[in-house]
């Protein structure tokens, strides 16, 4: 499985981006997906985690209210909407996959299988 990621760049506070990760293999459908982020000189931290039908998500509370994460099973691709970014936000961005047929939306990075090689986002204020 390979994951790659895009939509990154500099954007002003408030402003809007949006995230894409599109991942090859036949079977994306019965993938979990997520997201997580590194800010310079800090940990790797969850964002948001989607289930494989859509019908489930998760969300840092960090980001919560402000970030959406959604898929489109079709175009084998999940997106993270960020709206009203703020300069914390700052980080790499990382799109991750679980291909076990988990059967929920993990926040914990040791539940996934496969990494994107990241994109990153600056938040200028």
């Known amino acids: 499985v390979q994951l790659q990621a895009s939509g990154g760049g500099v954007v002003q506070a408030g402003g809007p981006l949006r995230l894409s990760c599109a991942a090859s293999?036949?079977?994306?459908?019965?993938?979990?997906m997520g997201w997580f982020r590194r800010a310079p000189g800090k940990e790797r931290e969850f964002v948001a985690s989607?289930?494989?039908?859509?019908?489930?998500?998760l969300y840092a509370d960090s980001v919560k209210g402000r970030f959406t994460i959604s898929r489109d099973n079709a175009k084998n691709t999940v997106y993270l909407q960020m709206a009203s970014l703020k300069p914390e936000d700052t980080a790499d961005y990382y799109c991750?996959?679980?291909?076990?047929?988990?059967?929920?939306?993990?926040?914990?990075?040791?539940?996934?299988?496969?990494w994107g090689q990241g994109t990153q986002v600056t938040v200028s204020s």
């Open positions: 991750a996959a679980e291909v076990h047929g988990l059967g929920y939306a993990p926040n914990d990075p040791r539940k996934y299988d496969y």
């Open positions: 989607i289930s494989w039908s859509g019908g489930s998500t």
């Open positions: 293999g036949r079977t994306f459908s019965n993938y979990v």
